[in-house]
């Protein structure tokens, strides 16, 4: 039986030290992670990794249930999933775990406040654009990868995994930029 751990923050900007940290400290011998979205599972590589190799027994482990995913029905699925191969979660912030029939409905409820809370942040953000178009200081989000390096080494030969570890950015978002420009790369 192994303690999983999976750790996950949003962008690349932002920080995953203070959740390796806790999953350290809560014993997991093994600590997956990565920087993508957890609107829904598409790209969340590391995810589906620990979930194809659990086994009978083991345990993941997540600081806050919203790591584990943003969509109600995500969350529910990957719930599922462990279950079907006889392992459970485990949520540190409050800590709920899966192993019983309460667990398993509080993170539904949590779930459920999880998805609400990203859509509520949807429309903050929307709103604030909103007003900043309004007045005349919107300019558009800042582009975090140079579109023509991704272009350059594409024409260079390499492939999007070489080209996501060379600009410390995720294959998914060398994949996007590489359809955005598909005629040229």
Do not use: W
């Not at 345990?59 to 109600?72: A, I, P, S, Y």
């Not at 582009?143 to 492939?159: N, W, Y």
């Amino acid at each position: 039986m192994a303690r999983i751990g999976y750790a996950r923050v949003s962008t690349i900007d932002q920080d995953l030290n203070v959740q390796l940290e806790r999953l350290r400290r809560e014993g997991c011998e093994i600590i997956r992670s990565e920087k993508i979205s957890g609107g829904s599972r598409e790209g969340r590589t590391e995810l589906a990794t620990i979930i194809e190799f659990l086994r009978r027994g083991d345990e993941l482990v997540v600081t806050r249930l919203d790591r584990l995913g943003r969509d109600t029905r995500d969350v529910l699925n990957i719930v599922h999933e462990c279950q079907q191969r006889g392992a459970y979660i485990t949520i540190l912030d409050p800590h709920v775990s899966t192993r019983g029939e309460l667990g398993c409905v509080i993170v539904t409820v949590l779930g459920m406040v999880a998805q609400m809370e990203r859509r509520f942040i949807r429309e903050r953000q929307r709103e604030g654009i909103d007003r900043a178009k309004l007045a005349g200081v919107y300019k558009g989000g800042k582009t975090r990868i140079d579109h023509e390096k991704v272009k350059h080494l594409r024409d260079a030969g390499l492939g999007h995994s070489e080209i996501a570890r060379q600009l410390k950015c995720s294959r998914m978002q060398v994949y996007r930029i590489s359809m955005k420009y598909r005629c040229s790369l």
